[in-house]
């Protein structure tokens, strides 16, 4: 399959892009910057969301993988954007704690990188 090296340098791009983004919410929820919850609960607002939700091709849509990382990606979204207000509401402390290892959200996107090599690697 010619897409297969292709889908494996996209899904690879996409690992490192989401573990650039955790850090990015991490920080976001140390310092208090500014990140809109709304936005941040958007799957399709990331480059690897907006690279899911505009798929077209069939040997991609077609995979089981895609259909399980569509879901799951959209549950880190969703958990994420329900840390920021408890960083906002001064519960700094507890919004970094659910980030934490064990944790529902440390969990989620644990279960997104390991769907996603699974769907890289072919397995």
């Known amino acids: ?8 340098r996209q899904l690879t791009a996409a690992i490192a892009a989401h573990g650039q983004w955790k850090v990015q919410l991490a920080e976001a929820i140390e310092t208090g910057a500014d990140m809109d919850p709304s936005t941040v609960r958007r799957d ?8 899911l939700h505009q798929q077209t091709d069939r040997r991609v849509t077609a995979d089981g993988h895609w259909e399980t990382t569509m879901g ?5 979204h969703s958990a994420a954007a329900s840390l920021l207000p408890m960083a906002k509401n ?6 970094v704690a659910a980030m934490g290892l064990g944790q529902s ?3 989620l996107t644990s279960q997104l990188t ?8 072919g397995k």
Do not use: I, N, Y
């Open 72 to 76: 799951v990606h959209a549950q880190v």
């Open 90 to 95: 001064g519960k700094k402390t507890e919004a």
């Open 105 to 107: 959200f440390s969990k």
């Open 44 to 51: 399709d607002g990331c480059s690897f969301g907006q690279w």
């Open 114 to 121: 390991r769907e996603m090599l699974a769907w890289r690697d």
């Open 1 to 8: 399959m010619d897409a297969q090296p292709d889908l494996a």
